[in-house]
C-alpha cells in the first residue's frame, strides 16, 4: 500500500498512523502561438515571450500579454484568448471626472477623527 502526503514536521505523527491515497497533481501548461510571438505560461513564477526563437521578456505573465498585444499587428486573438487576465487588471471606469472627487470626499468624510490623547509621563 502507497502513502503519499505532504505533511510539516508536527503533524506526522497523525499522517504516519493514516492512510492517505497518492494524489497525482496535474500542471495545465501553456503556450500561446500567435503571428511571430510564441508566449510561453508554464512557469507559474515567469512568463516567456519569444519573438522568432529570440527571447524578448521573461517576467510577470499580465506584462507578457501586454506587451504581445502592443507588438502585435493583430491583437483581437490575443485580446480575446487572455480576456479573464486583462479584465482584473482593468482600470476603474468613472462616467465623469467629478465622480473621483465626490468619491474621495466620501471616503474623507467617512473617517472618523479622534483627538490625539497626550501620553502621562
Known sequence: MAIGAIVIQV???NVLTMCAKPVSV?????????EKFILDLNAATKAKLYSENKLVFMGDGYKAILILINSSSN???VKNKFKAQL???????FSQ???MEQLRQKALN???KTPLKKKKR
Open 11 to 13: 503533524v506526522v505523527k
Open 26 to 34: 496535474v500542471t495545465k501548461k501553456m503556450i500561446f502561438k500567435h
Open 75 to 77: 491583437p483581437e486573438p
Open 87 to 93: 479584465k482584473l487588471r482593468e482600470k476603474p471606469k
Open 97 to 99: 471626472p467629478d465622480d
Open 110 to 112: 467617512s473617517i472618523v
